[in-house]
């Protein structure tokens, strides 16, 4: 990305991305995220935030070639034959150092896209063609602190930045009965419903004191690193903002697919 463009406020989208299968699947996900887009304005760059990369502190990717990383075992061949070779950006990544001021962030050179990040990017812009840097989940922080870091972000959308969140509302692998795709566990539907109200509501407290719904929250995210994206783009949301839920599903009793769209035109979400 040779220069930020400013003038344009660019979304900010939650996905729930699953299963790493879902890169290399034809389904009503993958279909939705290729729709979703073709129905953006083209981003100067994109900043992911990925369940998959937990730091202590904040670390945001400086290399120029960011690898194509495969965080995962048991899958196909095909899975790890993926290779998604978006450029990075030193002034992207500069961008970020400068926004989330006086918050220290690390420049990282070693770490590059993850399964979290790169499963959805192919669907989103297929041509790899959108400078990317991914920003790491401290896992020091405290949720309001992620939600904090994602209010300073915002001024990022305002450069013409795409901000990315990947990971899952509800996101417990142990309790997913695999027999039953199409079902829920009514303590997942209930959490799921929380986050919903708090969304559409603007009461965003409740999205990052989620820890006081007890047993519900106990059992939808047994780990924070799933939940925490989505704080970042709730916390890039502007009061004017239109917000809209893509794909509202929960699959195998406890993997939420739920995504959010803030911001954007009103033909990318339902």
């Known amino acids: 990305m040779s220069a930020l463009q400013a ?9 729930g991305h699953g299963s790493p299968m879902n890169a290399i ?12 887009g073709e129905a953006l304005p083209r981003p100067g760059g994109i900043v992911v935030v990925s369940a998959h990369w937990l730091t202590r502190g904040s670390a945001v990717t400086a290399a120029l070639r960011p690898s194509t990383i495969h965080d995962f075992g048991g899958f196909p061949k095909a899975l790890f034959d993926v290779d998604y070779p978006a450029p990075g950006s030193a002034a992207l990544a500069q961008a970020v150092v ?6 220290a962030v690390e420049l990282d050179q070693g770490w590059g896209l993850d ?9 989103l812009y297929p041509a790899a063609d959108v400078p990317v840097v991914q920003l790491s989940l401290d896992r020091m922080a405290a949720p309001a602190a992620h939600y904090a870091i994602g209010c300073a972000l915002s001024r990022l959308r305002e450069e013409g930045v795409l901000l990315l969140g990947s990971g899952n509302i509800v996101h417990n692998l142990a309790a997913m009965d695999w027999r039953r795709r199409d079902s829920e566990y009514p ?22 004191e989620y820890p006081r ?19 970042y783009v709730m916390g890039a949301a502007r009061g004017d903002d239109a917000v809209r839920l893509l794909t509202p599903h929960i699959e195998y009793g406890s993997l939420s697919m739920t995504s959010v769209l803030v911001g954007g035109p009103l033909e990318a979400g339902t």
């Open 7 to 15: 003038g344009r406020r660019m979304p900010a989208i939650f996905l």
């Open 25 to 36: 699947e034809d389904n009503r996900f993958s279909r939705a995220w290729r729709a979703l």
């Open 98 to 103: 400068r926004v989330l001021q006086p918050r």
């Open 115 to 123: 399964h979290g990040a790169w499963s959805v990017l192919r669907h």
């Open 187 to 208: 303590w997942a539907r209930r959490f799921e419903d929380h986050v919903i109200q708090a969304i559409r509501t603007g009461e965003h407290e409740g999205l990052w």
């Open 213 to 231: 719904l007890g047993q519900d929250a106990a059992l939808a995210v047994p780990t924070p690193d799933h939940y925490l994206p989505l704080l």
